[in-house]
């Protein structure tokens, strides 16, 4: 799966996620911050973590969550990561 | 102590889309209690058929599609876009009613945005039950489908938490004073309002929402259908019976009652639409070792409570008349041994909806209001035939109460709708572990 396909994978999740106001995600790209440019609530965004553990089905380690901050590119690469563990 | 006043009221309510379709089905006569689908749907493994429920086309809520399985916790969506989806994210459903209905109460009561938002105004709302439907998947998803804790979603404790409906409403309308829940299981939303009260009459808050609510939760039927006290074999509309000789049980309902309470001085001044006065509440305990049986003697104590509190001669008795075989008939007895047998009249409208549990107090407080406002009695469905026996209870030596039958208080309990002169109105609800709450609201 290649980078491109997990930032649409994410705004998947994104777009499903009633608090993300919806037209924040039209300039999505793997520079944007969760928290800091969509608002995402630090509450939400661990739900959107676990959703995309369910939607790539992967599996991050504990350690590494918290280590993750909230970039999109950080995110995308945690991704990848569990991808090549598998 | 200060006197109180009722300013604003608002809910959700079963088979209705709002308050006003609410108060023509209630005196018109009719029922508010259908089959369930969901309920139909596992067959013989539930024994009731029936439920007083409101669907998400009447209530304006329903579950978001948030791109997880169906064994996942779901978002609720607001379809008016009245509730911020961030608020939504914290509530469960009840929650959610409880926020709407707050809504509705306050926009009744006028209040100013200052007023709300001020030290002196404070949330009580309570709820029956614990987490139901969202707390069961959650608990599923670890225990049984193995998966992480980070994988039930970061929402669960906002949304089970005991006194959900109070923070969630507090959160959403940012009052600075107190926020609690009370919890007396069947009598929770009569004792959140009577804790409302006192808050105000003691001088510690200025105005308070305050009720109590329950969402829609098979959960919920399902462990009442378990302790075999759930309505079985007559028709919807005809399910709940309260004082009928052939009632069998009650009927599980849902929904949510939120009412607006103020000091009165200070409602009178801004000019308020006083909906009603509530003359004094009194709470007490059976005190004899039994969860479940009705206690007429701790009911004695109830009215000779109140009536310490206030002047009591009602117009209309608001019962709790559940439509079980040993809750009605010490319940009426024990009103009886007060009031006589004539002169007031009883009103039982859990024969209309059913019994709405943690929202039963306070939907039926708003049913007296309403009560007030017509000035008519609500009705006793089904109560078409009173036993003329004596109860065994009854013919024992250490029988305190009255010697005569149901049905020489047949003139007690209207049929259907009726006009009198309404001033007062005591509203009696109970629940399991022996706990008795009693309230008497005037007409300003």
């Known amino acids: ?86 | 102590m200060n006197k109180v006043a009722i300013v604003g009221m608002d809910g959700v309510f079963p088979h209705c889309k709002d308050m006003q379709e609410f108060e023509e089905k209630l005196f018109s006569n009719q029922s508010l209690i259908r089959n369930w689908d969901l309920v139909a749907s596992y067959d013989k493994k539930i024994r009731t058929k029936v439920a007083g429920y409101a669907t998400p086309e009447e209530t304006g809520f329903q579950k978001f599609s948030n791109g997880l399985p169906d064994e996942y916790p779901m978002d609720l969506e607001d379809i008016s876009g009245q509730i911020p989806n961030v608020n939504l994210a914290t509530s469960d459903l009840g929650s959610a009613w409880a926020m709407k209905a707050s809504l509705g109460a306050i926009k009744d009561a006028g209040w100013t945005k200052e007023e709300i938002e001020s030290e002196e105004t404070g949330v009580v709302i309570g709820t029956g039950s614990g987490g139901q439907e969202g707390t069961r998947k959650v608990w599923n998803l670890f225990f049984e489908h193995g998966k992480k804790t980070r994988a039930l979603g970061s929402s669960n404790v906002s949304r089970s938490m005991i006194y959900r409906d109070a923070a969630n409403v507090s959160c959403l309308i940012k009052n600075k004073g107190v926020c609690e829940a009370i919890g007396s299981a069947c009598a929770t939303g009569l004792g959140s309002i009577g804790y409302a009260y006192r808050l105000i009459a003691f001088g510690l808050q200025d105005r308070v929402i305050a009720g109590g609510t329950e969402g829609t939760a098979l959960e919920t039927l399902i462990g009442f259908d378990a302790m075999q006290v759930l309505s079985t074999k007559f028709s919807p509309e005809e399910s709940s019976r309260p004082y009928d000789k052939d009632r069998n049980g009650f009927v599980c309902s849902f929904g949510c009652g939120i009412v607006a309470l103020e000091n009165y001085d200070q409602a009178k001044a801004r000019g308020a639409n006083i909906l009603g006065v509530i003359d004094g509440y009194f709470n007490n305990s059976d005190g004899d070792g039994d969860m479940f049986a009705p206690s007429f003697d701790g009911q004695q104590r109830l009215w000779t409570g109140l009536k310490k509190q206030t002047y009591i001669n009602p117009d209309v008795v608001k019962a709790h008349g559940t439509s079980t075989a040993t809750g009605d008939v010490v319940e009426l007895f024990s009103i009886a041994a007060q009031l006589g047998k004539d002169g007031y009249h009883v009103s039982a409208p859990k024969s209309q909806f059913g019994h709405m549990l943690g929202a039963a107090g306070a939907v039926e407080v708003i049913v007296s209001l309403l009560m007030l406002k017509k000035q008519m009695v609500s009705p006793c469905l089904n109560s078409d035939n009173l036993k003329t026996e004596l109860e065994s209870f009854q013919t024992k030596d250490d029988w305190q109460g009255p010697k005569e039958p149901l049905a020489a208080y047949r003139n007690l309990l209207p049929q259907l709708a009726l006009a009198k002169p309404i001033n007062q109105i005591v509203c009696l609800n109970y629940g399991f572990g022996g706990t008795n709450s009693a309230m008497a609201i005037s007409k300003d």
């Open chain 1, 1 to 86: 799966m290649t980078r491109e396909e997990i930032l649409k994978g994410l705004i998947e999740i994104l777009e499903n996620t009633p608090q993300v106001d919806s037209s924040k995600l039209k300039n999505v790209t793997e520079k944007t911050d969760f928290i800091t440019d969509l608002e995402v609530p630090s509450t939400e965004l661990i739900n959107v973590i676990a959703k995309a553990e369910s939607k790539f089905d992967v599996e991050f380690d504990d350690d590494d969550i918290d280590d993750l901050g909230s970039s999109v590119s950080g995110t995308i690469d945690l991704i990848e990561a569990a991808f090549k563990n598998q």
